[in-house]
């Protein structure tokens, strides 16, 4: 038994390794291929994700099992889809006969537990009421019920035809998210970190309280290419959390910095978590104007870390990276080459040669592929070489599958807010409850945002609270995009905001410090999560970067002005008075503004 353990390892590496390549060159290849109809792409796509969620995952014996006969049943399932679109396309979204009826619930339940195993209970309890609610909510008095849908029109449309977990939120997950996972994968593998490390280092790290500032420019650098804040603390921080300590820093100030330098990553274009993909499908605005869009607030942010950074350095004496350990410019010059050539390449792509979002990402993902062939040191070493395109295929295949799942599972939610006229509703409970007035509507939103965000992953609570506020905050004169960068902030801030904040736990865990201590400091020094999305609002010419350059330019100097004395006030100043007066006058500069008047009404 025992000599045939090495032999089953080495078979279900190489079956990983082999499934992931078939994973990525499937998502590739659809950029290259043509048209493929959505109810081959879409099934399929799922199909590849279901074995990383359900067989190459830690558990027992019995998770093992239960998830292989799930898995089999899901992969059926979704194949049988791609087969048969084209008679299915014909039904219109309705069942035909018990066994199309015994496929759409294989498919609702595998989709459930592939999320439940994914990111744990809350999205999928809030897909499986909404299913619930679609079913029999008939049966609900008043307003909330729904005038009910046939069980095989409702099932057939949430997943034969491509309004439910085929709807275009999976589309977006396939075509466009797959391929930048892809990209943050292959740089990941290589160098690409290492060169952000190295160029935050050498930009920050001998300034006062540089070792936080080196974690503030390498977790914004990261982030734009993980998109995830617990990924993100969990690699930069192995690097910055022991850098800070060795100098002194307290612990909580060390992984508050962490978490709230991390969490930027998702705000950070240009991937977003996955966000500013999700966005385009939502407002059809082109990737390039949302990227443009959330760049300046996204700099804000940073810059009141940044602030609160050298508040806390003149209460306690942060000291600097010492010069031995901050690389030389020879070596921060090779190893930035790394990152810079794929985002170059992604630039020129997308701004010069006008590609689409996808295919300029395919061109910096095959020059990403090329670099990691090479190293810093200019040795070939085949075994770095193998271990890397290894390290590539599997990490984009385990996060492709990851958003896959959310995705999926949060088009459920979609689906029957659709199909049941409930998202209607509720945006009619928000304007009756605001009695139509604006900020009563954002503040009712960000707080809905705020403890959905707590349970479900950011991307997944941004689509759900958007889909029910975001049509209310329009209809009272906000600009679509306003609208959802608000809600996407706001779903964003219960990464650092007790009692669930993810980031937080992980930093916390990682340095041995008491998690509510690092909660308090980290919503201190990321103060701008809080305020930037209302600025926005009351200066909406911030985020008009792409169209009034100079104008969004101007407005973030005067945002970033008020942001600075909040940020010190909150932090920096001892007396009571001073607080308030910072506070105060930073408020002013950043919310008295015209664009406030009109945003306004």
């Known amino acids: 038994m025992l000599s045939n353990e090495p032999a089953k390892m080495l078979f279900g590496r190489f079956a990983m390794l082999g499934l992931a390549i078939v994973l990525v060159a499937f998502h590739l290849g659809l950029i290259f291929s043509g048209l493929v109809p959505n109810l081959v792409s879409r099934p399929i796509h799922l199909a590849l994700a279901l074995p990383w969620i359900f067989l190459f995952a830690e558990g027992g014996f019995m998770k093992k099992t239960s998830g292989a006969i799930i898995c089999a049943a899901g992969v059926a399932a979704c194949l049988w889809v791609a087969i048969n679109q084209k008679a299915l396309s014909d039904q219109y979204g309705f069942l035909e006969g018990d066994f199309q009826i015994l496929i759409a619930i294989v498919l609702l339940v595998t989709v459930l537990e592939a999320a439940r195993r994914a990111i744990g209970w809350p999205l999928p309890i809030v897909a499986a009421l909404a299913l619930l609610y679609g079913l029999w909510g008939q049966y609900i008095p008043g307003e909330f019920g729904h005038s009910g849908t046939p069980i095989a029109s409702f099932l057939g449309t949430l997943t034969i035809a491509e309004g439910g977990i085929w709807g275009s939120l999976t589309g977006v997950s396939v075509n466009v998210v797959a391929i930048f996972v892809i990209f943050g994968a292959v740089l990941n593998a290589g160098e690409a970190g290492q060169g952000f490390m190295n160029l935050a280092a050498v930009a920050a790290g001998r300034l006062k309280g540089g070792a936080a500032k080196v974690s503030v420019l ?150 990403g592929f090329m670099l990691l062939f090479f190293n810093a040191g200019g040795t070939f070493d085949l075994t770095q070489i193998l271990t890397r395109l290894e390290k590539a295929a599997l ?64 991307t997944a609570a941004y689509v759900i609270c958007v889909s029910v506020a975001g049509p209310a905050l329009i209809q009272q004169g906000l600009d679509p995009l306003q609208a959802h960068l608000f809600v996407f902030w706001f779903a964003l801030i219960s990464t650092i905001t007790p009692p669930v904040c993810g980031a937080v736990f992980i930093a916390a865990g990682m340095i041995g410090e008491n998690w509510l201590k690092v909660a308090l400091t980290a919503m201190a020094l990321g103060i701008g999560l809080y305020i930037i999305p209302l600025a926005m609002i009351a200066n909406p010419a911030v985020i008009q970067l792409s169209s009034t350059p100079l104008v969004a330019l101007a407005t973030a100097v005067k945002i970033g002005l008020g942001l600075g004395l909040i940020s010190y006030g909150v932090i920096g100043f001892e007396r009571p008075m001073l607080k308030l007066l910072a506070i105060a006058a930073g408020s002013g500069v950043v919310f008295i503004s015209l664009g406030f008047s009109g945003a306004a009404t």
Request: net charge positive; proline share 5%; glycine share 8%.
């Open 218 to 367: 390498s977790s914004a650098l990261f982030g734009s290419i993980s998109g995830s804040a617990s990924a993100n603390v969990a690699s930069t921080g192995t690097i910055t959390l022991p850098a800070m300590t060795r100098l002194g820093y307290p612990k909580r100030l060390a992984a508050a910095v962490e978490a709230v330098a991390s969490s930027g990553g998702q705000i950070m274009p240009p991937l977003m978590g996955a966000g500013a993909f999700v966005m385009v499908e939502l407002t059809r605005v082109p990737y390039t104007q949302i990227m443009m869009a959330a760049l300046l607030p996204a700099l804000l942010y940073f810059f009141a870390v940044w602030v609160g950074i050298n508040a806390y350095a003149r209460k306690i004496d942060l000291a600097g990276l010492a010069a031995e350990e901050r690389p030389n410019l020879r070596r921060v010059a090779i190893t930035s080459t790394f990152f810079m050539v794929p985002f170059l390449v992604l630039l020129y792509g997308m701004f010069i040669a006008r590609y689409t979002p996808q295919y300029a990402a395919c061109m910096a993902i095959i020059a």
């Open 395 to 458: 990490n984009a295949a385990r996060q492709v599958s990851i958003i896959a799942s959310i995705i999926v599972c949060a088009s459920i939610i979609i689906g029957v807010l659709a199909i049941t006229g409930l998202g209607v509703k509720i945006t009619s409970l928000i304007l009756s409850g605001s009695e139509g007035m604006l900020w009563p509507s954002l503040l009712l939103t960000a707080i809905a945002c705020l403890f959905l965000g707590m349970e479900v992953p950011t």
